[in-house]
């Protein structure tokens, strides 16, 4: 369970992100009906805040390891807070999504399936762990902490 503060938000935006590399970023009002949450009539605030939305997209997927997510952000006073991160198995139906955004997810889906399949070893491990698990599993520090505790040493 985690607890959160309420992010009384001005914009807000969904985020697939499939294979950790690739984004769709959709504006959403998550206050709106179901079946309107995806029809926005404003342009978002800002190209920086996309980008900045982009890469907090990739690095959150990167390191918990999903292959497919959604990312939700509220923004507020253009700083966007993290709110729902841990879809791995997000909604994708074409009559809540849209149709530009569901035929997004099939073809990138599909396009990241093969690049997976191609890039296949027999008898290796081919699956994609992120740093949350691997220091986890290992049992090591994650590792900001470790360069932390290394730079440290370093100094004296």
């Known amino acids: 369970m985690m607890l959160q503060e309420e992010i009384i938000f001005d914009e807000y935006f969904r985020c697939y992100c499939i294979g950790g590399k690739y984004v769709r970023i959709m504006q959403y009002e998550p206050r709106n009906p179901f079946h309107l949450r995806y029809q926005v009539n404003t342009p978002p ?57 569901f035929e997004w997810v099939v073809e990138t889906s599909a396009r990241y399936a093969i690049e997976r399949a191609q890039a296949h070893i027999d008898g290796q491990d081919n699956l994609t762990w992120g740093e949350y698990i691997k220091a986890s599993a290992s049992g090591q520090p994650l590792a900001g902490k470790t360069k932390s505790k290394k730079a440290s040493a370093a100094k004296k």
């Not at 800002?46 to 390191?63: F, G, R």
């Not at 253009?78 to 849209?98: K, L, Q, R, W």
């Open 45 to 101: 605030s800002s190209e920086k805040l996309l980008k900045t939305i982009h890469d907090y997209v990739i690095k959150l997927n990167q390191y918990l390891g999903y292959d497919f997510n959604t990312v939700e952000f509220a923004v507020r006073d253009g700083i966007p807070y993290a709110i729902d991160f841990c879809n791995p198995a997000p909604d994708a139906e074409v009559t809540s999504v849209g149709l530009e955004n």
